[in-house]
């Protein structure tokens, strides 16, 4: 391991490898009674919406506030991956209330396709993509090498 020294100020190439958010000794928890509950919960929210008629809403209205309700239990408890959400909150929509629902909804419902068609956005996918190289990136810790190149001019003092 070289060390490069000017005017005092001594950078290591690898120092970028053993930076991290987590503080040390802290591990993910694998069990949280909370989001044993909310988990729960948004399952009892889909539920009691599929077979309760709300006042002053249609059949597929009422359904929605289920998926919405789990949706939001899910989202901030995250007993499932925030990405596991939002690509659960689609496929109950086409379950619910598309035009190829499980339970009777009413003509003129929306068709499956047209909730497909929102993970097919161009923009989702350039996200995806972005997020699928960070993550690469993270996973080879090619982020911490080029942050320490592109840090070391800025380290250097100037003498």
């Known amino acids: 391991m070289s060390h490069r020294s000017k005017a005092g100020v001594s950078i290591n190439p690898r120092s970028a490898q053993n930076m ?3 503080p040390a000794g802290v591990s993910k928890k694998k069990f949280s009674p909370l989001k044993t509950f909310c988990a729960l919960g948004a399952l009892a929210a889909i539920t009691i919406c599929l077979f309760v008629q709300l006042p002053g809403l249609s059949v597929e209205g009422t359904r929605m506030f289920g998926i919405f309700l789990a949706a939001i239990l899910l989202w901030v408890s995250e007993a499932v991956p925030l990405a596991g959400t939002a690509v659960l909150v689609i496929f109950l929509e086409v379950l619910f209330i598309s035009d ?60």
């Open 100 to 159: 190829h629902a499980l339970l009777d909804v009413a003509k003129g419902a929306p068709a499956y396709t047209k909730f497909f068609g929102a993970l097919a956005n161009p923009v989702i996918i350039l996200f995806l993509g972005g997020f699928m190289v960070a993550d690469g990136a993270a996973k080879y810790k090619l982020d911490r090498a080029l942050s320490a190149v592109l840090l070391k001019p800025l380290l250097v003092s100037h003498a």
């Open 20 to 22: 991290s958010t987590r």
